[in-house]
């Protein structure tokens, strides 16, 4: 399994957020899919994201991932407003698998309520 960051949350359906669960809540934070499921999904050619203004709601869809294997949802880890996209992922989706824990973030999010997030031990258990 490649090294996850410590310091993030994570979720069942394999994003990421970039604070730890209890500093989520009234905070601004970037959300990404972790490397175990960039490395499930192959090469990734397009990315279908929320827009700015949107209110997403943790745990519900809000967006799609395709690689040249499947097409695969994105799953909300939190609820809130999304304050800006990574329009880099947008025009480079394999930035995703190159390095999905900085350059390939996807969404940043005003947090609302913080959904099922795990550390990062928690999910390594989850995912082997």
Not at 14 to 29: D, F, I, L, P, R
Not at 45 to 57: K, N, Q, R, Y
Not at 63 to 80: A, M, Q, R
């Amino acid at each position: 399994m490649p090294e996850l960051p410590q310091d993030f949350s994570y979720s069942a359906e394999h994003e990421w957020v970039n604070a730890s669960a209890g500093a989520v809540t009234g905070s601004t934070v970037k959300v990404g899919i972790t490397a175990v499921a960039a490395d499930e999904l192959g090469e990734i050619v397009f990315v279908d994201l929320p827009a700015v203004g949107d209110t997403i709601t943790a745990g519900e869809t809000c967006g799609e991932v395709e690689s040249t294997k499947s097409v695969s949802d994105l799953y909300s880890p939190v609820t809130g407003e999304v304050v800006a996209v990574n329009e880099a992922a947008s025009d480079d989706p394999g930035i995703i698998n190159s390095d999905p824990y900085g350059e390939g973030w996807l969404f940043e999010v005003a947090v609302s309520a913080a959904g099922e997030l795990m550390d990062a031990a928690a999910y390594a258990e989850a995912t082997t």
